[in-house]
């Protein structure tokens, strides 16, 4: 055995045998696993490793998506389907309809595809024979296209849902050595010829060219960027979360609010990678003009106004918060009743112990009462059970509410706006009213005035998350 396809067995087993990328748990004897193979070297040297490897003993199905994209496809799957009968492998083949248009399209119905074997047959994982020459060559043409430090980390090991990439720390160099070693057959891509493809120009003429008049290590040296991009990904990715504490976020119905002050008393660059964690939940990626719209919005948008950061999400300022939302097309006034009706009050039928949840405005809201103080609720507050007139009812805002307060009854909607809640969240916010439809308690703003006797009999604690 040569070193270099003795090191290709080796960092083959260990790759499967250790935990890789986030849940990714270590493949065992027994496990099944889907190989996407082409009919190429790389593929091919992957398919030998699985069937003749060694440990871990795997249950492997083959699975081959012939794209239809060149004359000579079809022979490729019936050449894999001979290898495979040789081999004892069950094969998937299929043959993409409608033909892609682009390599981006082939890619997506590769994936597509895998992904549809992987579940059908109950397989753990889907391996592919990317290796450390793909690895180079994405790193380069994510560059040259102006990618971010996302983009730089390159090709992930373990991708969701359930891919994994045993041979991304081998060189090709390493494969051909591996394959002359065991004699192994494979099929060449004609298509691996033509310049006007940006994957073959780069392998065949800007990389070695590169190494030929730039830098001598000039595949390590990209292999190397991208791991260290991927680290420091991988670092921002464990700060974030804590980061995100500090803005104070309240989730609503297709929208997140969060403390403009806070945001801005940090580094614009980490506003940035905030703000982009953010809008990611709502389903966009923003792009280096959105994410630049959205940070000087943030520093210098006036409440009120809002700003579109792509597709169907804006980002607004109301007071003292932001509000990154999904921008909903307009309604006519009649479908205000939907919504009210959408919402499920909750009601306190007696000073008994219970608990329950509000819908509120899109949000869950729990609800605990009883003689005892709730636990694991962070508003609460004790009533003179005797004083109330039941049953309670935890509800949303409704037009003409009023509260009493020490200088007399004030409307709702101005005590909401002076407490600086955010419009959008308004709709959310409970009100305990009682059965008359008086206003007891606004959590977190305000409780109504009463001139209850002094503390007797039996108290009513209602607790509210």
């Known amino acids: 055995m040569s070193a270099a396809s003795g090191r290709v067995e080796a960092r083959f087993r260990a790759t499967l045998t ?62 894999l389907t ?70 730089l980390a390159g090709l992930p090991a373990r991708r969701e849902p359930g891919i994994l ?56 040296a990209l292999v190397r960027l991208g791991r260290l991009a991927a680290e420091e990904e991988a670092a921002w990715a464990s700060l974030i979360p804590e980061l995100l504490t500090r803005l104070a976020l309240r989730q609503g119905r297709g929208a997140v609010s969060l403390d403009r002050a806070a945001l801005l008393g940090l580094h614009p660059a980490v506003q940035a990678r905030l703000l982009r964690s953010l809008t990611r939940e709502l389903g966009l990626n923003m792009d280096e003009a959105a994410t630049r719209r959205a940070v000087g919005f943030a520093a210098s948008g006036a409440s009120g106004r809002r700003v579109e950061l792509a597709r169907s999400v804006e980002l607004g300022r109301e007071l003292d918060r932001l509000i990154i939302a999904r921008r909903s097309p307009a309604q006519p006034d009649r479908a205000q009743p939907d919504r009210v009706s959408a919402d499920r009050a909750l009601p306190i039928p007696d000073a008994g112990p219970g608990a329950g949840e509000a819908l509120l405005g899109g949000r869950r809201v729990p609800v605990a009462w009883g003689p005892e103080e709730p636990s694991g609720l962070e508003r609460a507050e004790a009533f003179q059970a005797g004083e109330l007139r039941f049953p309670l009812l935890v509800r949303a805002r409704e037009p003409g509410d009023r509260i009493r307060l020490a200088g007399g009854t004030t409307k709702l909607k101005k005590v909401l706006l002076e407490a600086r809640i955010p419009r959008r969240e308004r709709e959310s916010i409970p009100v305990v009213v009682d059965a008359a439809g008086e206003v007891l308690w606004v959590p977190g703003v305000a409780r109504a005035f009463r001139r209850e006797r002094a503390a007797s009999g039996l108290s009513l604690r209602i607790g509210i998350g």
């Open 165 to 220: 990439r045993p041979l991304l720390e081998v060189w090709r160099e390493e494969l051909e050595a591996y394959a002359s070693r065991v004699k192994l057959p494979w099929r060449e891509d004609p298509s691996n010829e033509c310049l006007g493809l940006a994957r073959n120009a780069l392998r065949r003429v800007i990389l070695p060219e590169a190494e030929r008049l730039v830098a001598p290590g000039a595949r390590r």
């Open 82 to 151: 001979g290898l495979c009968a040789a081999w004892a492998l069950p094969l998937h083949v299929e043959r993409a309809h409608p033909v892609p248009a682009s390599e981006d399209e082939a890619r997506r119905a590769r994936y597509a595809f895998l992904e549809d074997v992987r579940r059908r047959v109950g397989a753990k994982l889907v391996l592919t024979a990317h290796h450390a020459d793909d690895q180079a060559e994405t790193v380069l043409f994510r560059a040259l296209r102006g990618t971010g430090v996302a983009g």
């Open 18 to 79: 250790r935990s890789v990328g986030e849940g990714g748990g270590a493949l065992v004897d027994g496990d099944r696993v889907v190989a996407a193979i082409s009919g190429g070297l790389d593929s091919c040297v992957l398919l030998h490793l699985l069937r003749f490897g060694g440990a871990p003993h795997l249950e492997v199905e083959v699975a081959h998506l012939d794209h239809a994209m060149r004359p000579s496809s079809a022979g490729d799957a019936r050449w």
